[in-house]
DNA sequence: TGCGTTAAGTGAAGGGCGATAGGTTAGCGC
DNA sequence: GCGCTAACCTATCGCCCTTCACTTAACGCA
């Protein structure tokens, strides 16, 4: 048996094979497309996060297709995995929105975010994987610069961070060079997390507040240097 | 044509489908573990640190051997690839040390630490990625809590922050929970900087050593709570 | 009602992968 | 020179992604 694939397959015969499928009418190709992504995310989820194990063949079963079905809406694998995963990274997104609403204090706020975030990672592995941990070859051409640098969740936690400075709640300074160091960090918590998931760590909403604490402290001071 | 791998194949013929090898004599059969892990690292680096683009066929070929004789000395895959990766793991723990051994300053020494650990992920992508952000299944039996958590490395950064303590550069504190926000914290740079190499990050030594002055600085506080 | 057009979906195959079962050959002591 | 066995190979299974050429069914229209 191949092994290394933990073989999560008895979760349920509910997906598998789904035999037949009545063609869509006319102008309404794009249906296919919906139940494509839905089943891979489902089959996503089911295998635990782990994109290998999602097989084309597995998709086009579950949902009652032939494998080349699946390549008259996406370019390849990649591109439909990453489609399935588009909608998660606009969740996080509204997630960290909804945290960071639940205070008026900067500060406080900044840290829910945080929390938010770690949370998110750890609630969703396979999609947080394959969005920020995955190989650079791997992401589709579209997911670059514009896609992060430019996205509504990055730009957030910069205006995040710049209502801090404008409050006064932290020490001046480049909002973004801050944004990137915080993300990071973050980022740490929740990758470590999700890759060494077997290791004794501590409650991760206690690691995030840790975290945020630290960092505050020290964004209060000078943070000197340019 | 399989996209998706970047096909880094023209790098060097040097190394692809060498045709003989004599057979090892007689008590000598650990011979070839060793050719084959050497051809399995110039492989890794060839292919840009993507063990997926790494193919027990293709080391077979470069050893000059059939893909059978690789399984007389590695279980699967995936132990090959983590046999590779321990020799770097060995190498991450003498860089932090030898870069630590820059100061007598406990915080300077810390600093300095941070440093090199994003320095040795930047310049060793490959191995990074698959020892520190690998899926959990992934990695094979041996590979975990006493390989990590009572590893060289990271009791090494736990003395280096007792000693931080000790020397009063930093608040008292549980320095194991100290030690994992700075693992996670240089993680999350170095992490981020091989996912997403295609961003405009800044410089990946300007970037530690923000993070690592905004930590201190910030531990340096109460950083308050149990 | 019937028919051409074309979108929607298949069948079959190419090429590559990890892994295994069972056979073969070459080194070495005697 | 001969047998034993470590060292290695041949052949194959089953899976994967992807593509090309082909078929079938929906629909406007006469």
Known sequence: MTEGTVDVTATGDDVAVRPPRRRAPRGQGELLRDEILEATERLLLDSGGDEAAVSIRGVADAVGVTPPSIYLHFADKNELIFAVCE???AELDRRLQEAAAGSDDPLESLRLRGRAYVRFGVEHPGPYR???????????EWWTHERIQESASFMHLVEAVQGC?????????????????????????????????????????????????????????????S
Chains 1, 2 share one sequence.
Do not use: N, Q, Y
């Open 130 to 140: 394959i969005l920020f941990m995955s190989k650079p070859a791997m992401a589709p």
């Open 87 to 89: 909608k998660h990274f």
């Open 165 to 225: 400075i404008d409050a006064g709640a932290i020490a001046s300074g480049d909002p973004i060079r801050i944004s990137v160091a915080v993300w990071a960090a973050v980022h740490g918590i929740t990758s470590l997390l999700i890759s060494k998931s077997v290791l004794p760590w501590p409650d991760p909403d206690e690691l995030s507040s840790f975290m945020c604490d630290v960092l505050i402290d020290g964004l209060r001071e000078a943070a000197a240097h």
